[in-house]
């Protein structure tokens, strides 16, 4: 009971070092429980990828003879690649250096660019074959597992989200944070059907964004109280005293 109630209270997010705690736990969990999964039905031919493979053939016939939709589907896989995420967090960051908030412009640039090293590595351990379709509509480089656009997109939008979120209108935050888990789910679902990806890569994705996400935000966290800043609050951004 004693124990139990000791770590009650430390994951408390409303206890001195709850809310970092939390976040450092939901990250361990995430990359322990749901990951681990994913990663053993790829790493070992599970039920799960017999699912794959029959999704990701229907999808693409579904597609493949409608050109305007593979368009349209490329326009939203666009959006989730790390070409549009350079431009957005790199303007993100020098508009947030050049009005004196470095860390800030810090955040965004090490959350991006250190997801996208982790996805790498992931993707080279696993070394997952992509999908092998004939008549492909789209093709992309490197390996499969985990989706890179899905691990981005979480990354991109989710740090964007909790650093630009003091200056949305509280009336405005809950359509723009839904706006950007449907897009997010949008870019996931074009991966999908453009054939570049399984359904397993896409869900891997979406895990290790989460998990690192909130892993970044927890040691950005300890950064502000060790100089002497509140917590970060996700509900309201992570450094609001800065708009």
Same mark, same amino acid.
């Given at each position: ?5 000791? &770590?009650?209270?430390?994951? %408390?997010?409303?206890?001195?070092? !709850? ?16 990951? !681990? ?27 493949? %003879? ?13 959006? !989730? ?13 020098? &508009? ?12 965004l640039v090490v959350t991006g660019s250190l997801g996208g090293?982790? #996805? ?6 696993? #070394? ?11 093709? *992309? ?25 003091p200056v949305i209108a509280a009336k405005w935050r809950r ?19 453009? !054939? ?10 979406y895990v290790l964004g989460l998990a690192w996400l909130s ?7 300890? &950064? ?17 005293? *800065?708009?």
């Amino acid at each position: 009971m004693e124990a139990r109630t000791f &770590w009650t209270k430390r994951l %408390d997010p409303g206890q001195r070092y !709850g809310l970092r705690l939390t976040l450092f736990a939901a990250a361990i969990l995430l990359v322990a429980i749901p990951f !681990g999964l994913l990663l053993r039905e790829v790493t070992q031919s599970g039920s799960l990828t017999r699912v794959d493979t029959a999704a990701v053939r229907h999808l693409h016939e579904a597609v493949r %003879d409608h050109p305007l939709q593979v368009v349209f589907l490329q326009i939203i896989s666009f959006l !989730g690649g790390p070409p549009w995420f350079y431009l957005v967090i790199g303007l993100s960051a020098i &508009w947030m250096y050049r009005q004196g908030h470095p860390r800030l412009a810090l955040f965004l640039v090490v959350t991006g660019s250190l997801g996208g090293i982790i #996805d790498t590595i992931v993707k080279v351990l696993v #070394d997952r074959p992509r999908p092998s379709l004939e008549q492909p509509v789209a093709t *992309a480089h490197g390996k499969s597992f985990p989706s890179g656009h899905s691990m981005t997109s979480v990354v991109g939008y989710g740090s964007l989200l909790l650093v630009w979120l003091p200056v949305i209108a509280a009336k405005w935050r809950r359509w723009i944070i839904t706006g950007a888990v449907l897009l997010i789910l949008a870019i996931g679902f074009s991966r999908l059907a453009l !054939g570049v990806h399984y359904i397993t890569d896409v869900l891997g994705g979406y895990v290790l964004g989460l998990a690192w996400l909130s892993a970044a935000t927890a040691a950005f966290s300890i &950064w502000r109280v060790d100089r002497g800043k509140k917590p970060v609050e996700p509900e309201e951004g992570i450094a609001p005293e *800065a708009f």
